[in-house]
Nanobody
Framework: QVQLVESGGGLVQPGGSLRLSCAASGRIFSINAMGWYRQAPGKERELVAIITSGGSTNYTDSVKGRFTISRDNAKNTVYLQMNSLKPEDTAVYYC?????????????????WGKGTLVTVSS
């Protein structure tokens, strides 16, 4: 089985910073894209940032210049550095990864999700 476990959420004042981490574990052959999504109360889940296995990144407009996504392929871990946080960044943040597994000689590509970590930006 494959698991994604997020950490690093919490309460922070406006203008503050947090760093989220997400570690993938299990029988993993390789990981393609990894990303962070968020869901605020009463809203749909949205993509925050994504990073390919080669390191190319993409961000939603509202976080450009404030958030940075990175990954450590040796540790199967993706990070989200969040600076200049705003109250509207308050949400549950979910890690997502496109993971290749080999089972009985057959390749499988599956989309996995973490359980989420709550980020609250409030004074």
């Amino acid at each position: 089985q494959v698991q994604l476990v997020e950490s690093g959420g919490g309460l922070v004042q406006p203008g503050g910073s947090l760093r989220l981490s997400c570690a993938a574990s299990g029988r993993i052959f390789s990981i393609n894209a990894m990303g962070w999504y968020r869901q605020a109360p009463g809203k749909e889940r949205e993509l925050v940032a994504i990073i390919t296995s080669g390191g190319s990144t993409n961000y939603t407009d509202s976080v450009k210049g404030r958030f940075t996504i990175s990954r450590d392929n040796a540790k199967n871990t993706v990070y989200l550095q969040m600076n200049s946080l705003k109250p509207e960044d308050t949400a549950v943040y979910y890690c997502n990864a496109d993971i290749e597994r080999v089972v009985a000689g057959t390749f499988y590509v599956t989309d996995y999700w973490g359980k989420g970590t709550l980020v609250t930006v409030s004074s």
